[in-house]
């Protein structure tokens, strides 16, 4: 089916399926002041949504909600609270065979319940869209802000892209949406963002028309056949490879794992396209950069105007999608630094290793400052990391002994 | 636990917080102390962070003060509001995750069985409907199956009150709330039946209006659950926020609701029965002749 | 499904595998009385696995796929367990995701199939092991229940996980010696069947495959009440010959020593009341049916 023959009719809610590209660049825009929350509500809204599964967690449980009213409004065919995450992320996986466009969200605890699902998601090669609003999954109970699961989501074969902003997360879900549905791509994609700092702040994001929604998801552009008897009930193999123990089984995981991978790889043109770029660049021609993801970057940001006021020029490189990695592109943009700074919201500071699996002369990278467990991040301490970097006192911060 | 291990090294007494010193001085480690006598005496839980009115606060101090044996017993919980003032109680109290807390106390039981032998330790495991009907719902089930002698008490709020007021499985059917935009699909689940065929010994369903009634319950089930096999009870603790009931109204909308549809209802299967009649002499339970029963009545 | 879907384009017909071929021209989709008598008439939906010699799970499969109402617009869900070893040869949609989450992916894919296709029959069956269905997927399973999604759940009840090497599961009866349980299960095997009573379930059965026209009937009631009223439950008992010590031609044996009166597997059925009007209805317009072609002949 060729989607461009549905643009301009309605679709259930009455909304007009617009062109993506003319309703994200073209499309007039309304500046709204709104929490996360409700720009991922809004964002919904223009997605053309088919099935959501939702389930409390803090701090998700709000966006959920929400999305439940898009649902009693009629912009969602269905909705309804599972029992469990892990029983959600089955569900979302059954709704997304079925040939439906899938949306869900979660968080912490609620990611790591529902891990198993998400490779498997990737294998299967299901395009749900699954929404992470970031926070502290260890012992002792944290609901607090925390990036770590971002960890665990990196290995799943999820295209896994990390939000710094209210409007990134607005424009993001439905780009994403068409990244992610894309033939040669048709992976899942887990849209990440710092739980609290983004879900529960107001901001201004612009917002597209109400009236205009994006095309409907077309299951039968997908690489692997949708479950819905529509298409040719053939045999999926003669032998299931689960029997086998040999050399054609295991050259077929290997190569069905490596597919996924690649996958993740051919969404780079599309991506690049939807959010002109993987990663976004200011100044990167100076000594000293920040690299960082999510609202490490607003943090970065921040130290970096302090820093220009005492005459330090400091450089910023904002890393928009961790899946696919943008190697290439954080090569270039580093190549003249001399120092990379690297702030995190986690203990384990798995952006500096993905950096140092990556980049050359890995001496130049400073795994921190890092704070965890729900703590903010004070562009001083920033400031603080990169001056103990050149050698410089610092000794802004009372107490921190430098 | 020996009742030593609460006591001061002498000469050290001065410097141990008050709440401490009124524990060791006024608590009710080693008495029998009833719920009557609340006010009395230092309770184990006796400050807690929970919403002013809240019915869950005070059933959980009621069945605190009904553990037969306190200073053998820990309690097992999880996420949800219970845990905010379950974890300030002056007993052990184990949180893993979110559901979990079913196989956490079936692990803890049976460890502290091997370790401790004929000495009881009870395992009481106190969790919200969330965590017991729908996420945790296997392993509770499953304890059950597996006969694990220990006590599961649910705080039915219906409702998720801990994240702001999204549908439960225990959510009658037809409330508006959140993630249930147009009023629940589906009936309160039954989960008095559920524990039924799972095979559980003592089954009750209270709410928090008769403290009496609470205690009695909690005490049997504990007791039964000590030899006999796993036990339940099911207690109506309304959310006062998100169901909007006025403080005030609390134990009101607590008695209309029993009167309605939380009927008090206690299961003591054959065994258990016999078990409180042999071995703690109740009287409720002795078996009268056929004919004495014709007579009186 | 229309059938056009799967016919072959006549200047590839050659090219196709003769399996297809068969498929396209014997099997049974859209045949209105398909029954377990068109086995060894027609291409059945499932011809080759890889089930042990004598396996009563390959039985129960060939009599399920012949019995389905609707097989052109079926879509199965399995899970992890010997039956995950056939799926792969099913001539009908078919997913297999994870261990237990079977309820799970089937009430997401019902509901996802009833929005993409709102004035058509697509029916949802669910068909796993029990210690999927009992064991790791309890919740889900009930919680479809509980919440009324309009799918049939089968359970291939062989008392045990066969497919990992025969260990306790939780409808393994009392006291039977297996590897994990190595002084005898130490409690009674699950009442699943009353359980699936109480979580609001419109059809039960509980009874093993050595008939196929009981396998049939009980099948056929369980789709079409599933389609039309709510969550069905079937309980099929189909020993794991290899496990419990049995030969390749004593499984048939087997299940009718298990479903004697007063066995765990004697033929147990309930039906609701909005269930029982549904089948008193169907079997009016069939009679109808018969009687109209009858005078047609006369």
Redesign the interface.
Known sequence: MDTTSIIGTKNRKEQIITDPRVMMNDAPRTPSFFTGSEVIKEAVRRANVDVMVAYPITPQSEAAALCGELFAEGYIGDYFRGESEFAVMSQCAGAAFGGARVFTTTAGPGTLRAMENFPMWAGARLPIQCIVTCRGINSPLSIQPDTIEIAYLMQTGMLVWHAETAQDFYDWILKGYMVSEEPDVHLPLALCCDGFFVTHTKDTVDLTPVEMCLPPYDPYRSPVPCMDMECPPVRMMRDPFVMKSNYISYATHASWQQEVWAAAERSRKHTIAWLDGLIETENVDADILIVASGTAVSQGREAIRLLADEGIRVGLVKIKTLRPWPEEELREATKRASHIIVPEFNVIGWLARELKATLPRTERIIAGPRVCGGMTMPPEIIVEGIKKALGMRSGVLAGRGS | MSLNYVKFTPGFDVFMPKEYRDMVEHGPFGKKTTVSQMGSFKEILEEHPMCAGCAMTLFIRLAIIAFPNPEDTITVGT?GCGRLAISQAAIPFV?????DQNGVASGLSRGLRIRFGDQPKDVVVMAGD?GTA??G??QV??SW???ERFTTIMLDNEV?GN??G??S?MTVRGAVL?????GK???K??MV??AK???CAYIATVVPNNPRRVESCIKKAVLIAREVGPTYIQAYTSCNIEYAIPTDQVMADAKTVEDDRYKFTEYVSDEAKAYLTERYGYKEFVQKPAAAAVLTA | MSKERITISPDLYDIMPPDYQDLVKHATYGKEDRGWKDIGTSKELLEQHSLCAGCPESMAFRYILAALPNPEDTVMVGSTGCTSLVFPHVAIHNIHSLFGNQNAVASGLKRALTVRFPNRIKDVVVLAGDGATVDIGLDMTLQAWFRQEKFTTICFDNELYANTGGQESGLMQKGFVAKMAPVGKLFDKVRLPEIARESGCHYIVNCTVSKPSLVERVVRNAVLIAREIGPTYLQLYTPCILEIGKDSQEGLQEMRDAEKPNERFAFKEYVSEPAKALLADLAAKAKDKKAAAKQLVS
């Not at chain 2, 949180?95 to 559901?99: I, L, T, V």
């Not at chain 2, 959140?178 to 147009?182: R, S």
């Open positions: 996420a949180y893993g995750n979110y559901g969330g729908d996420i719902f296997q089930l499953h199956f597996r006969k998720y994240t702001g999204q549908e499985g959140k993630m249930a935009p147009l699909k589906f009936e689940m039954d039946a559920m065929i799972a095979g």
